[in-house]
């Protein structure tokens, strides 16, 4: 089955010229449903309800978002002002994925050579995305069997970074995969991710679709789990990634950090290098998205909370370096616990395509 969770439909759009499609990750896995966007606040409002969403998906959006914006404006007759203001909430959609205004970032200075100039662009971001999750799963997978020796590994993985959340494959469930696709995982615990429930909806779809032997637990039960050492390894997608190797990502992921760091397990963050944010020397300075409070007081709509009780929704965290064992990348595997962080592996690779 080929799962893609957004693209460039040629032939759809009112002109029939091309819009974004979606697969509309709010309904999955009881509906497969998709969206045709074709204009801006369509695409932001898509972004924002998680319609689209895990960090590289959000990168392919920001990028096939200036071709909607510079269709748009062709459409309605906007000024350059205008169509900057609509590249411009795009990019600012949500703040924590790098990769939404590094999309956007990579294919702006196209604008002037043309539409087609930028949709091009928009689609080879997209196919190296996949590349690039293919070769970070294959490394990945070299260097967890390098150092866990078991003939078939137990797994635990939090939130979704499958094929869902990028434009091909998957990067935590892309090293899951690839370790299956070795006869070498003995049993996945996925962690239903609240309040949205990424993990059950999504990750458990993606490993049921594979016949990759699963389970979903609640996200608090994933410390005692590895405590119980039921688990020989985290596996887990970015937001972002600082040089020091500090990680943001879905909220929940720092707790299984501390739990592995107690175990003495490996904790992993599997991540394009797009996720990779230089620019930032350490995590203190990543915005954390906060949520509207009714994700988490309302449970399928229905109020779970006294009324007047508000909630408080960060929707990510971010995990020390001090606890990330390996942060796996198409450009190689940083080690940012034993000091090798992100800055020294863009050094090392520096040749390589930033
Ligand atoms: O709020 P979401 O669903 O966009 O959060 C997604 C995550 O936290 C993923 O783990 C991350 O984006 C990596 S996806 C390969």
């Given at each position: ?10 032939t ?18 009881l ?36 071709v909607?914006a ?25 703040p ?6 590094w ?35 294959r ?8 150092r ?15 094929i ?25 615990y ?36 590895i ?6 390894f985290a596996?887990?997608g ?9 990680t943001?990502n ?17 904790f ?46 960060p929707?990510?965290?971010v995990?020390?370096?001090r606890l ?12 940012p ?10 050094r ?7």
């Amino acid at each position: 089955m080929t799962l893609r969770a957004i693209e460039w439909d040629h032939t759809a759009g009112r002109d029939r010229t091309g819009a974004v499609r979606l697969l509309d990750q709010t309904l999955l896995p009881l509906r497969t449903e998709f969206r045709t966007v074709e204009r801006t606040d369509d695409l932001v409002t898509a972004i924002r309800e998680l319609a689209v969403r895990g960090a590289p998906a959000l990168g392919v959006a920001g990028a096939l978002g200036v071709v909607v914006a510079m269709d748009e404006a062709a459409r309605e007759g906007w000024d350059d002002q205008a169509l900057r203001a609509a590249v411009d909430r795009v990019r600012h959609a949500r703040p924590t994925a790098v990769n939404l205004a590094w999309g956007v970032d990579e294919v702006l200075p196209l604008m002037a050579a043309g539409r087609g100039a930028v949709l091009e662009a928009a689609l080879r971001l997209a196919h190296e995305d996949e590349a690039a999750n293919r070769q970070l799963s294959r490394l990945a997978a070299d260097w967890l069997l390098e150092r866990i020796d078991r003939p078939r590994l137990r797994v635990l993985t939090h939130c979704n970074a499958g094929i869902l959340a990028t434009s091909g494959w998957g990067t935590a469930v892309g090293v899951i995969k690839e370790l299956h696709a070795r006869d070498r995982v003995e049993l996945v615990y996925a962690d239903e991710t609240r309040p949205l429930l990424q993990g059950a909806r999504l990750t458990a779809y993606e490993l049921a679709n594979e016949g990759i032997p699963h389970v979903v637990q609640t996200d608090s039960a994933a410390a005692s789990t590895i405590l119980r050492g039921l688990v020989d390894f985290a596996v887990v997608g970015a937001d972002r990634i600082a040089a020091n190797g500090d990680t943001a990502n879905k909220i929940g992921t720092l707790g299984v950090a501390l739990a592995c760091r107690d175990a003495g397990i490996p904790f992993m963050v599997a991540a394009p290098w797009s996720t990779v944010d230089l620019s930032m020397s350490d995590g203190s300075k990543i915005e954390i998205e906060e949520r509207d409070g009714d994700e988490v007081t309302r449970w399928a709509g229905i109020p779970v909370v006294p009324e007047g009780t508000h909630g408080f929704n960060p929707a990510f965290d971010v995990t020390p370096a001090r606890l990330v064992d390996a942060v796996s990348t198409e450009r190689g595997v940083a080690e940012p616990r034993s000091g090798s962080d992100l800055a020294m592996l863009a050094r090392a690779t520096s040749g390589l395509k930033q």
